[in-house]
């Protein structure tokens, strides 16, 4: 690729919430990368950045970053509805895109970006970060070695008792795309179906329910589901149950994504992100088999990162995956097709709620 003057990768991070500064820190991680123009509306938090992190060029619209030459790279962490118009004007002023998740607010708009990222030399990479935990990694290589033999049936989700964060655009569906599902669902979804070696869906059953944001409303427009499950036929004849929600009457916070396969299953299960409610102990990952006949449970010993820094690495890993193939000119492993194909998903559920039938996924 063509490197800086000063012979890094030199990126920009547009939206600087709690994503950006996670972007932010991975690139300060990344010896071959230089941060040099930060991006928010937003100027508090504009000036904040700027003088905690000491970056040069700080303005509030992107627009500004597009048309800084010096710049190759730049990180879309805005809310949903404009990852689209952003990524596609980014593209067009010949800059490479790490997108946060999901691709797009909705399916249409996913295969306008999708387009516009093949008719396009730039990369284009989805920011999937728990594509890159150090143990996902890990359980990524035992499963495509074959371990679990043949993996038939998944059961993922996302669900929590009660979200206080619930405000603002998410709750908009123009502006979000959904509520949990495409909040929270995205994340397990994506990461269930890439353990699975990206399988494509066939067809998809839904459930979505606003029963408690109802009654527990917040200020605002609310015009999203608070419940969303589904199950989900893939082409290679496996299944993946999927739920996820923002208020539930359920015990805690679950985050789960369980692999059930011919000779092995896998559960990778974590508590809160951010105070991990006690769940701190848990192991990484599990493994489910039998040895000589007896049932065996597994989980790995040396992945000593702590719950809450296993996050952040991810994003340090995510953001360095992502400068590599920037500088090195190699495809991202988490690409603009395969967040088209949760779109797709996600919006057959939402379809298959709405009509009170199963839908088939087409495809053109
Ligand atoms: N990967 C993860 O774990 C993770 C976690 C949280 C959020 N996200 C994703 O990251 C995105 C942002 O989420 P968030 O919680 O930071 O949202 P947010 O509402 O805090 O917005 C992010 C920032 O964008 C700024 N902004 C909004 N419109 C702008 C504009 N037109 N120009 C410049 N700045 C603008 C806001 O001022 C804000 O600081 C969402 O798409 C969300 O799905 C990902």
Redesign the pocket.
């Known amino acids: 690729m063509r490197v800086s003057a000063n012979d890094k990768v030199n990126v920009a991070v547009?939206?600087?919430?709690?994503?950006?500064q996670?972007h932010l820190d991975g690139y300060a991680a990344t010896p071959f990368v230089h941060v040099g123009a930060i991006?928010?509306?937003?100027d508090d938090?504009l000036t904040g950045t700027r003088t905690a992190r000491g970056v040069e060029r700080a303005v509030?619209?992107?627009e500004d970053v597009l048309a800084m030459p010096e710049i190759d790279a730049v990180s879309v962490?805005?809310?949903?509805w404009?990852?689209v118009p952003v990524s596609i004007a980014a593209i067009g002023a010949g800059k490479h895109v790490l997108c946060?998740?999901?691709l797009a607010n909705t399916l249409a708009e996913g295969e306008r970006i999708a387009a516009a990222v093949h008719a396009s030399d730039r990369i284009f990479m989805l920011?999937?970060?728990?594509r890159f935990r150090v143990e996902i990694q890990a359980l990524k290589r035992i499963v495509d070695a074959g371990t679990l033999g043949e993996v038939y049936y998944a059961r993922a989700g996302w669900t929590r008792r009660k979200w206080a964060g619930l405000s603002?655009?998410?709750t908009d569906k123009a502006k979000s795309g959904g509520g949990p599902l495409i909040?929270l669902g995205?994340?397990m979804l994506d990461l269930t179906l890439w353990l699975m070696g990206s399988p494509r869906a066939t067809r998809v059953s839904g459930a979505v329910y606003d029963r408690l944001a109802r009654e527990l409303h917040p200020s605002g427009t609310f015009d999203v589901e608070d419940l969303a499950a589904a199950m989900i036929h893939l082409d290679n004849g496996a299944a993946i149950a999927l739920e996820t929600s923002w208020m539930s009457y359920t015990e805690r916070e679950y985050i789960y994504s369980e692999l059930l396969g011919t000779q092995g299953g896998a559960k990778f299960e974590r508590g809160n992100?951010r105070n991990d409610a006690g769940l701190g102990d848990m192991p990484p990952f599990q493994l489910f088999t039998s040895l000589a006949g007896e049932p065996v449970n597994a989980e790995p010993v040396d992945i000593a990162l702590s719950p809450m820094d296993r996050l952040l690495a991810s994003?340090a890993n995510e953001t360095r995956h992502f400068a590599e193939c920037v500088r090195d000119v190699t495809p991202p492993i988490a690409t603009v097709d395969q967040g088209l194909e949760i779109l797709r998903i996600l919006d057959a559920i939402y379809r298959s709620a709405a009509e009170g039938r199963e839908i088939t996924i087409s495809r053109r």
């Open positions: 547009i939206g600087l919430g709690w994503p950006g996670r991006c928010d509306m937003s938090l509030h619209h992107y962490c805005l809310p949903n404009l990852h946060e998740k999901p920011a999937l970060n728990n603002g655009w998410f909040d995205v994340h992100n994003f």
